[in-house]
């Protein structure tokens, strides 16, 4: 059998394609999300919707709850069957969803097609940042997730400028907005489908089906995933990245709150500032995490990303609401977040487990982040009523969480291999 250290360079050279193609689910995750959040206002206007009701969509969408429960059932099947079929047939379920959202003609298909969508892209998660890492070289295991992030935050970019484009349309444009997510679910599904399947899975699937269970890859079982050394994996990435997501997925409740307070502004120019946000963030991922992350100390880098972010959300929290002052919050946390949390989750999550457990344990994180932002999503709406400076605090403290947490527990793992990390892993448990 080939190794992979025999792979031909020919292969090698197609890492990257198969990187963007996998990434593209970072897109379809961030583009669903931005686009339901835009056509919110439309829906609600046109189908006469409750807060509560409002609520529940949030909750249950693909930016809580249903994406952390597909994610904790497709990284599961993920494991088992490979991730070739998982992110390959799962962009048909998410097209299917999606077609719902199209041709929504009350509350009820919203929802329904919300849910579906979570779902879907729960579980293309796990699938897609497994083979990334696990087709990426070696040394440049964080430039190849790096790819995948930039992708996430094309996806906002592209769906925001089609909505300042499409306004005139009314809810017309969000459908259009919808059905070019949903056509480009179905290409991918075409391209995916000639993609081969992870190598590192397809070797590790032989050694536990040909060998005793001596082997570098013995444990297979979910039950296996909940022993002492891989909790401990995991409860300091959940709580690194979940704190980091609470802040997250507030922001999408002030940051408009910020664009219309320092001065009342339009709708282009608040459509603008967010697009330049995510801009800024792409470049900071292009020529930070991606340039350094595989040679320099990841800590070192992730508590640099953490103090920035932390900076800026307390400006907010201390300082009165200024434009200038705006401004420099919205530098600040884009460049912070471009190689922080989200980076180090994706990439330090595909390098704690092994192979056959990497999608699961990966799944199960994911499941326990969304459903708790769920939750908290309930809770979000009553703490701005507070006070713009009250929540501030709040998210500030949550940030700091995050750093400590991140900081605390981060491995040094760059230039290594996977294999090289699990037979470390294994000598220590």
Not at 225 to 247: C, D, E, K, P
């Amino acid at each position: 059998m080939t190794t992979l250290a025999q792979r031909p360079t020919v292969q090698q050279s197609a890492d990257w394609k198969n990187t963007i193609l996998a990434g593209l689910a970072n897109y379809i995750d961030a583009g669903s999300i931005v686009a339901g959040a835009a056509a919110l206002a439309l829906w609600m206007e046109a189908y006469r919707m409750s807060n509560n009701l409002v609520g529940l969509i949030a909750a249950l969408g693909p930016n809580a709850i249903s994406a952390g429960v597909g994610a904790l059932i497709g990284g599961r099947l993920c494991d088992l069957f490979g991730r070739k079929r998982i992110y390959q047939y799962d962009m048909l379920f998410y097209a299917f969803g999606m077609m719902w959202l199209v041709f929504a003609m009350n509350v009820w298909m919203v929802v329904i097609g919300f849910f579906l969508v979570g779902l879907a892209v729960g579980a293309d998660i796990p699938a897609s940042w497994s083979l990334i890492a696990e087709m990426a070289p070696d040394k440049q295991r964080g430039k190849h997730s790096g790819v995948a992030q930039i992708l996430w935050y094309m996806g906002p970019v592209v769906v925001l400028l089609m909505f300042l484009v499409l306004t005139p349309l009314g809810l017309l444009g969000a459908r259009i907005v919808f059905a070019h997510l949903a056509v480009l679910a179905i290409a991918l599904t075409f391209l995916r489908s000639k993609m081969h399947e992870s190598p590192r899975w397809v070797e590790a699937q032989w050694a536990v089906a040909t060998g005793p269970d001596t082997a570098a890859e013995p444990k297979v079982r979910v039950r296996d995933l909940f022993t002492r050394q891989h909790i401990r994996s995991m409860a300091f990435l959940v709580g690194m990245y979940m704190f980091w997501n609470l802040w997250a997925g507030t922001n999408g409740f002030f940051f408009p709150y910020i664009l219309r307070t320092v001065g009342d502004q339009s709708q282009a120019t608040a459509v603008a500032v967010q697009t330049l946000s995510f801009l800024i963030g792409m470049l900071s991922i292009a020529f930070i995490f991606m340039r350094v992350s595989d040679r320099v100390n990841q800590r070192k880098l992730f508590l640099v990303s953490a103090i920035i972010q932390v900076v800026g959300m307390a400006l907010l929290a201390i300082f009165p609401l200024t434009l200038p002052l705006a401004i420099i919050h919205v530098l600040l946390m884009a460049i912070g977040q471009g190689f922080g949390a989200q980076c180090f989750f994706q990439l330090w999550s595909s390098e704690l487990f092994p192979t056959l457990l990497r999608s699961t344990a990966q799944g199960v994180m994911f499941a326990v982040v969304r459903i708790v932002l769920g939750f908290w999503s309930f809770f979000v709406p009553v703490l701005t009523a507070t006070g713009f400076h009250t929540l501030a605090w709040i998210l500030t403290g949550f940030l700091v969480l995050s750093g400590i947490i991140g900081y605390w527990g981060a491995p040094r793992n760059e230039g290594k291999s996977l294999e090289e990390i699990e037979a470390e892993r294994i000598a220590l448990a």
